[in-house]
């Protein structure tokens, strides 16, 4: 979750806050870096309620730097650890996306594109009720599509991780992703990929080193309903027979999957209060990836960042301080038959 403050104001959540280590980062963590090859600016209200059609005062509102990419690496800076954000950037929104990334201490190698970066909206209601009005951002040419794959490539050095996050723009094709993939993997970088539908599927067969879905997207990807927490480490060991590698899965309210060559796990948090949802996924993964990207300790990290962010307004991310690692409970006991709190359909 990330909120800028209004342009000209210092950003809550702008270069790392001074905070207590948390107990999931790695010394070695290294650099990170994300891509995200639909990047918005995004704005955030918070409303005390959404009635159509009425004049609404919004009771606080945020500008931030969005796409899925952008608030990993937004994630990874609020804990203190290096990242890089290769990103097309286009236009006024753009130059305000790259000012806001800068403000919070996070370095852009930015793909400079002729069309204009999205602008979101996002309503957020007391109950955690968020919607979403999201705009489908430029078309990139050919070459702009190369430029950022050889962006990547050229900026990739030193990077313990990179994260491909996000939808794809109109004129990439599903197959973009697993170009990338495929390219990041002949260079002997590890890849994390956040993405959906047919991206998702055409990525699989370069074998990503680990794959985030939520429960609609990996409901999604193997073509029938989850009702139970079995049936999603039923679909995550298909995703993992289709080519991935590892399978963090987030079950919303319910918690967390990781799926890889050690068999399942499961991990969940006790949340107070839901404040926000927007970017609380990103954190997770952003949480997974600096606690090494694998094993039980980086699924404890990808829920604490997670269960850290729905507590917080807008996007914000969360820092070390925000998190409550005693809320976490990780098992290898996964409760195959408790029942999804959010079945998807």
């Keep these: 979750m990330t909120s800028p403050a209004a342009p000209g104001t210092p950003a809550s959540g702008t270069a790392p806050r001074s905070a207590p280590h948390s107990p999931y980062e790695k010394a070695s ?5 994300t891509v995200t090859p639909n990047p918005s600016l995004d704005r955030t209200y918070e409303v005390p309620a959404l009635d159509r059609g009425e004049v609404i005062r919004a ?8 796409g899925k990419g952008v608030n990993v690496s937004r994630a990874v800076a609020a804990a203190g650890q290096r990242t890089l954000a290769v ?16 403000e919070q201490g996070i370095e852009v190698a930015p793909v400079t594109v002729a069309g204009q970066t999205r602008s979101n909206i996002s309503l957020a209601e007391p109950d955690g009720t968020l919607t979403k009005i999201n705009a489908s951002g430029p078309e990139l040419s050919a070459h702009e599509s190369e430029a950022l794959l050889a962006t990547v490539r050229d900026r990739s050095a030193g990077a313990t991780w990179i994260a491909c996050c996000g939808s794809l723009p109109r004129g ?43 429960a609609e997207e990996l409901s999604e990807a ?54 926000s949802n927007v970017g609380a996924g990103d954190s997770s993964l952003a949480g997974f990836l ?33 998190l409550d690692p005693s809320a976490v409970t990780v098992t290898a006991d996964v409760p195959l038959d408790r029942l999804l709190t959010e079945p998807v359909s």
């Design 222 to 275: 193997v073509g029938r309903p989850l009702a139970t927490v079995g049936d999603a480490v039923k679909a995550a060991e298909e995703l993992r027979q289709l080519g991935a590698r590892a399978v963090l899965a987030s079950l919303g309210a319910d918690g967390q999957l990781l799926v890889d060559d050690s068999g399942a796990q499961f991990a969940s948090a006790r949340v107070e209060t839901v404040r």
């Design 87 to 102: 990103l097309p950037l286009g236009g006024t929104p753009g130059d305000f996306v790259a000012e806001l990334l800068g």
């Design 59 to 66: 009771t606080g509102d945020r500008m931030d730097p969005g």
């Design 29 to 33: 963590a290294g650099m990170i870096l």
């Design 290 to 322: 600096i606690a090494g990207g694998g094993g039980p300790e980086a699924l404890a990290s990808a829920v604490a960042h997670g269960a850290a962010a729905v507590q917080l307004p807008g996007s914000v991310m969360p820092t070390p301080a925000d």
């Design 172 to 214: 990439l094709e599903p197959s973009w992703y697993a170009e990338l993939v495929a390219r990041a993997h002949a260079a002997g970088a590890r890849i994390a990929l956040d993405t959906s539908g047919p991206a998702l599927l055409a990525a699989l067969r370069e074998r990503p080193d680990v794959v985030k879905p939520n």
